[in-house]
């Protein structure tokens, strides 16, 4: 098992910025499994989508509507990643979710608040 736990968020102001953190903790031999990680959002009455996500071989992927302004990118060894979220904008406002793939499972975060007024 793998527990993720996801940090950083809060109420921020248009055009500034955040960084959201996500630590994987439980099971050595799962977390050594994981790739990728990456960051989903979602925001009320719209579906959970993808942000950005990461692997192993450092290959990212980013929502087109965050390309530009959002970096995922690892907290040091292992597989702690964080989201670096800049010039953000009313409509990435969300609870943004941690998500952690190993072969056999899919993991999630409890997910972290993000708000952006304008």
């Known amino acids: 098992q793998v527990q993720l736990v996801e940090s950083g968020g809060g109420l921020v102001q248009a055009g500034g910025s955040l960084r959201l953190s996500c630590v994987a903790s439980?099971?050595?031999?799962?977390?050594?499994?994981?790739?990728?990680m990456g960051w989903y959002r979602q925001a009320p009455g719209r579906p959970r989508e993808l942000v950005a996500s990461?692997?192993?071989?450092?290959?990212?992927n980013y929502a087109d509507s965050v390309k530009g302004r959002f970096t995922i990118g690892r907290d040091g060894a292992g597989d702690n990643v964080y989201l670096q979220m800049s010039s953000l904008k009313p409509e990435d406002t969300a609870v943004y979710y941690c998500?952690?793939?190993?072969?056999?499972?899919?993991?999630w975060g409890q997910g972290t608040q993000v708000t952006v007024s304008s």
């Open positions: 990461l692997t192993n071989a450092g290959n990212t």
């Open positions: 998500r952690a793939n190993t072969p056999q499972n899919i993991y």
């Open positions: 439980g099971n050595i031999f799962s977390i050594n499994k994981i790739n990728p």
